[in-house]
């Protein structure tokens, strides 16, 4: 690949619909075959594994048409719009012997390894609540105007939590298991002229009894990237690439069920450190390319796989169900209902899409594209 990051690779063919495009990956890669469409590459016969960067109603179409002609493949977030879709691709991976990855770059983010191992070490015991507030997601209205699919329901199935949240709520899964039950709100174009959300508060419950809150946004600035974890012999802040943790002398739940009278009003002994964990090897997106060409040629483990997506994208469909509904959802969710109501969103949009086809930005820096 360019500038040799990634040796296990060789870049022979791109496919795009716009001209523009196929002429920039043209100068950039004279040598390489170029397609109007995915699917004429995948038929090509002139790759062994494709890499999916489309817009999100497409990411399992590519991957199963890319799985059902024996290609290796490598989806970007999210891993569908709807459960459904992803269910799909599953099914179709698992009886396939390639490889089906998802662009999971945040699970190599030294920090969130190190606060993984820290939950599931049972150390510091359960968790009681979380709180993660990730609204440094500023967007203005020129980003939104930049395609005719972003913030659309039609060409995006969502807002902020399809397209710049996905990793963090496969992160909160990661972390913290599964909820139980999800209760959404979501506010539709609130912060600009959008038909999707823009704003959104969610609230979890879980199955040991725990909470959980996930706030987030692309209408504020400055914003935070604050996850909080309080358990029962601790409380770890993850902010900034490090770990702060206030580590309890005794479990909170039985120093409360054998302190006396007199200490009614305790508190519990504590000790605080911060964790700065060593930087990872590689950038986050060389690192999950590089274990994908190792899973393909050595059996190596894969960063994440496309189907546990599906994880990450329950919550996801649940916050927008719960908030459609006015209601808590409990899980399983009914995927029916929620694609349903899906369609519905889309055959009932008046939404005028304006795009400006000169905007244009490199969005490589963040996160989110």
């Excluded at 040598?31 to 995948?42: C, P, R």
């Excluded at 972003?150 to 599964?178: F, K, Y």
């Excluded at 459609?324 to 949009?349: C, H, R, V």
Aim: net charge negative; proline share 5%; glycine share 8%.
């Amino acid at each position: 690949m360019k500038n040799g990051c990634m040796p296990d690779f060789e870049l022979t063919a791109v496919a795009d619909p716009k001209e523009a495009r196929r002429k920039a990956a043209l100068e950039m890669f004279p040598d390489i075959k170029v397609y109007n469409d995915g699917s004429e590459l995948i038929q090509s016969g002139e790759v062994d594994a494709i890499i999916v960067a489309t817009p999100h109603y497409l990411h399992p179409t590519y991957a199963i048409e890319g799985l059902n002609v024996d290609l290796h493949v490598m989806i970007e977030k999210p891993a569908g719009v709807y459960t459904k879709q992803v269910e799909e691709m599953s099914e179709v991976a698992a009886k396939s012997d390639k490889a089906l990855a998802i662009m999971f770059n945040q699970r190599t983010n030294p920090c969130y390894i190190k606060l993984r191992e820290m939950l599931q070490s049972g150390e510091f015991g359960e968790i009681k609540r979380v709180n993660w507030i990730i609204t440094d997601w500023y967007r203005t209205q020129a980003y939104y105007d930049s395609g005719d699919w972003r913030a659309t329901w039609s060409g995006e199935g969502g807002g902020v939590l399809l397209n710049q949240c996905p990793h963090q709520l496969d992160l909160w899964q990661w972390l913290c298991g599964m909820p139980c039950k999800v209760r959404g709100f979501l506010h539709e174009g609130k912060w600009h002229n959008i038909e999707v959300e823009d704003d959104v508060t969610i609230y979890v419950e879980y199955p040991n009894g725990a909470t959980g809150v996930f706030i987030t946004t692309t209408g504020d600035y400055p914003g935070t990237n604050r996850l909080e974890i309080t358990l029962d012999k601790a409380k770890i802040i993850c902010m900034n690439n490090k770990l702060e943790v206030v580590e309890l002398a005794q479990f909170c739940d039985e120093y409360s069920r054998t302190a006396d009278v007199n200490k009614a009003f305790g508190k519990i002994e504590t000790k605080t450190y911060t964790i700065v964990p060593d930087p990872a090897p590689w950038p986050q997106h060389v690192q999950v390319m590089t274990q994908f060409a190792g899973n393909i040629l050595r059996g190596e483990p894969l960063t994440g796989r496309a189907e546990e997506g599906i994880n990450g994208l329950t919550i996801s469909n649940c916050a927008h169900l719960s908030s459609w509904l006015d209601k808590t959802i409990e899980l399983p969710i009914d995927k029916e209902l929620y694609f349903n109501m899906l369609q519905e969103k889309i055959a009932g949009s008046k939404f005028v899409k304006v795009t400006k086809e000169a905007v244009q930005s490199d969005m490589s820096s963040t996160f989110g594209s």
